[in-house]
């Protein structure tokens, strides 16, 4: 366990792996991955293109489900003999948020809309979705454009919008899939230190995939990918 | 919060323009429904007008809304004496067209014995016919006026419009006036003298003149029409119609053909209508894709995502219906033919165009649900 996190793993991968394809158009994208986020914890996931990150990151946001492994979630088994398919939109619904490489805001929504969306998802009642959400973009200082259409929005603001809806649903676990790639190296650190903010405040657990260098002294921890294995030396923590 | 209102607002002028387009579609719709009602509604006017309750027409007939009816004169009294009948009245029906001032009028005539059954339901202005000949009662949609000259027959005999009624008219919409049965009579059976004379030389009987097309019956209270219409079959050896049958004829007979062409062009624009909403749906939701997958993605189910296209497509339809109701309403009394829009068919149109939209929205709907959420995550 590393030194800034503490608590029991948020996310912990037991033997992930996942294959396309039989006999000899067999892919294997991931190869018994073994490893432990915590709580206060950003861990960068890297590697060369192909090696397996975005497989990685869609198996822990429950988005494709691996060919063999189990991992744990907040202290929920997924994948295991017990897990259904259908806990899997509930479990990106209540335990994760979601930071893509760009916004991926809902154009036809507001700031303020687009993360009370993902609060009334969960049956939070509009009039207080709005509120939290209002009161998410102050704490990412978008506030002030809470009315504005995505249109209206600059780079940087949209993204911040879009980590305060990652954050409407209060996960403990923050997937962000290259993040930085389209803001300059400014931008891009205020994203970090942002997420850095996140992951202190809320004790979340926050993967990062990512290729663009200069974030990389941001993390905590890096997880190497090569061919779909993780470098052991980096998986860190599992007992 | 009500996502389908969202992006509709988002999209506010593909919809409006859409809703307009499909407006007008609907608007024809309902038009036709109402041309149809209005039809229906004129066509009954005249034989509920006197309120009979047996038609007695030419044996082997429907009566003169359905084939021609030629009966004798006397038959009103024959039928008069028989057990039940209260009142009859021998009446004639032409459809005639003529001219005033320098306008073609095309008229429905019907000839009546003042004082019996047969003649104006109700007159708006002026009087009934109180003398023999050429007075007429006319409906105020020919136009004309009271004291007016109307000139009829073959020798432009001048017809004084001394009454006038409202919203009486023919099953082709032509307006309905009542000139007395001796009139009538003359007008639909009388022969030119050269005719007369060239009958003569032949050595042919004279043809008659004094023919009727209908005598209207009313009961006595407690007689059953069907009852006393076989008494006269029986006895008298002619055909006897109740009301109800007489209607059925004209409704079934004569104006289930403009129905069915109406009906015809409805379907058409149903359909139509139903392809302009499938493709701004489908449009909209291949616009969106990225959208809806980023939605599955944070946990939105796939009813949400469905219920967003489906009320999109009613949102669209049921707009697009009212202003076509709105549209035809406005326009109504500009059709030539009577509009008549009535809740009943406004209710029918309005279930027709949820499924329409429900029909709609399937390929989009489709479409949807094959999105995977981790095409938000594709770069």
Not at chain 1, 110 to 127: F, I, K, Q
Not at chain 2, 75 to 95: K, N, Q
């Amino acid at each position: 366990m590393p030194a800034s996190a503490e608590g029991p793993a948020l996310i912990e991968l037991r033997n992930i792996s996942k294959h396309y394809g039989e006999g000899q158009t067999r892919v294997d994208a991931l190869v018994g991955v073994t490893a432990a986020v915590y709580p206060g914890e950003i861990v960068g996931l890297l590697g060369p293109s192909g090696s397996g990150k975005t497989t990685l990151l869609n198996v822990i946001g429950c988005v494709i489900e691996p060919s063999e492994g189990w991992m744990m979630l907040d202290r929920e088994r997924v994948y295991d003999a017990q897990w259904l398919r259908a806990d899997l939109r509930r479990l990106r619904l209540e335990k994760i948020g979601f930071v893509f490489q760009t916004p991926n805001l809902l154009p036809f929504l507001n700031s303020t809309e687009n993360v009370a969306a993902v609060m009334e998802l969960m049956s939070v009642r509009p009039r207080e979705a709005r509120a939290r959400a209002l009161q998410l973009l102050n704490y990412l200082d978008v506030g002030h454009r809470g009315l504005s259409m995505p249109g209206q929005l600059s780079g940087g603001e949209a993204q911040r919008v879009a980590i305060a809806r990652a954050l409407a649903n209060a996960p403990r676990i923050i997937l962000a899939d290259e993040p930085t790639a389209a803001l300059d190296s400014q931008r891009a650190g205020v994203v970090m230190d942002l997420l850095r903010r996140v992951a202190i405040d809320r004790r979340a657990a926050i993967v990062v995939v990512t290729h663009d260098e200069k974030i990389f002294d941001r993390f905590d921890r890096v997880f190497h990918l090569r061919d779909g294995r993780l470098d052991a030396t980096a998986a860190g923590g599992v007992k | 919060m009500n996502l389908a209102f969202r992006d509709i607002r988002h999209n506010a002028l593909r919809f409006a323009l859409t809703s307009v387009g499909l407006g007008l579609l609907l608007g024809i719709v309902v038009a036709m429904a109402g041309i149809y009602e209005g039809a229906l509604d004129d066509a009954l006017r005249l034989p509920r007008a006197s309120h009979p309750d047996l038609w007695v027409v030419q044996p082997g007939t429907k009566g003169p809304f359905a084939e021609p009816s030629r009966i004798p004169r006397d038959t009103r009294d024959l039928v008069r004496r028989i057990p039940g009948v209260a009142a009859a009245g021998a009446v004639t029906f032409e459809s005639v067209q003529t001219a005033v001032q320098g306008k073609p009028l095309r008229l429905d005539i019907e000839g009546y014995e003042p004082g019996r059954i047969g003649g104006p339901e109700s007159i708006i202005a002026g009087h009934g016919i109180t003398e023999s000949h050429y007075q007429m009662v006319a409906d105020r949609s020919s136009g004309l006026r009271l004291g007016e000259r109307v000139p009829l027959g073959p020798y432009h005999d001048p017809y004084t419009v001394v009454g006038l009624t409202r919203g009486m008219v023919n099953s082709a919409g032509d307006p309905v006036a009542w000139v007395s049965l001796l009139d009538a009579q003359s007008l639909q059976f009388a022969v030119t003298p050269p005719l007369q004379r060239r009958e003569q030389a032949s050595g042919r009987a004279p043809l008659p003149t004094a023919d009727i097309n209908a005598v209207l019956v009313r009961l006595q209270p407690g007689f059953a029409p069907e009852a006393v219409a076989q008494d006269i079959v029986r006895w008298k050896h002619l055909s006897a119609v109740p009301q109800r049958e007489e209607e059925s004829y004209l409704t079934v007979f004569v104006i289930e053909k403009m129905q069915r062409q109406l009906g015809m062009f409805m379907a058409i624009l149903i359909t139509v209508s139903t392809v302009i909403i499938a493709l701004l749906i489908y449009t909209l939701t291949m616009d969106k894709l990225r959208s809806i997958a980023t939605l599955k993605l944070v946990g939105a189910s796939d009813r949400t995502i469905i219920g967003l296209i489906v009320q999109e497509a009613l949102i669209i339809g049921v707009t697009g219906f009212w202003l076509g109701v709105a549209f035809t309403s406005a326009l109504a009394s500009h059709f030539p033919r009577r509009v008549l829009i009535l809740p009943r068919d406004i209710g029918l149109l309005f279930g027709v165009v949820i499924v329409v939209c429900l029909l709609a929205s399937v390929l989009a709907v489709h479409a949807a649900v094959k999105v995977e959420p981790a095409q938000a995550l594709a770069g």
